[in-house]
């Protein structure tokens, strides 16, 4: 059972910063990618910003040149620099772990291992 736990929300003035972290009972390496994802009352889960095992890295417009995101292969863990923020970054923010295998029938198959969420308030 993989489990993912986030740390690090908090309440935090607009144009201030916060890294989040995730931290998983199992090497990360097996995991195909992981990233963040963010989810607002009324709206659907969106990804923030993704790290896969080959080391590329994907950002969501809104987030580009603010947020960062890496890998600490080392202590399983999954960061999320987050600066200048805005009242629009506030948000629950999930932590996401994504494995891809072949299945018997040479499909692939996959599975998403989630986190709790961790809230960012981002107010004055």
């Known amino acids: 059972q993989v489990h993912l736990v986030e740390s690090g929300g908090g309440l935090v003035l607009p144009g201030g910063s916060l890294t989040l972290s995730c931290v998983a009972n199992?090497?990360?390496?097996?995991?195909?990618?992981m990233g963040w994802y963010r989810q607002v009352p009324g709206a659907q889960r969106e990804l923030v910003a993704s790290?896969?095992?080959?080391?590329?890295?994907n950002y969501d417009d809104s987030v580009k040149g603010r947020f960062t995101i890496s890998r600490d292969n080392a202590k399983n863990r999954l960061d999320l620099q987050m600066s200048s923020l805005t009242l629009e970054d506030t948000a629950v923010y999930y932590c996401?772990?994504?494995?891809?295998?072949?299945?018997?029938?040479?499909?692939?198959?996959?599975?998403?291992?989630w986190g709790q969420g961790t809230l960012v308030t981002v107010s004055s």
């Open positions: 199992k090497t990360i390496r097996s995991f195909n990618s």
């Open positions: 790290s896969s095992i080959r080391g590329t890295t």
């Open positions: 996401n772990a994504h494995e891809e295998w072949v299945g018997t029938d040479l499909e692939t198959l996959t599975y998403d291992y």
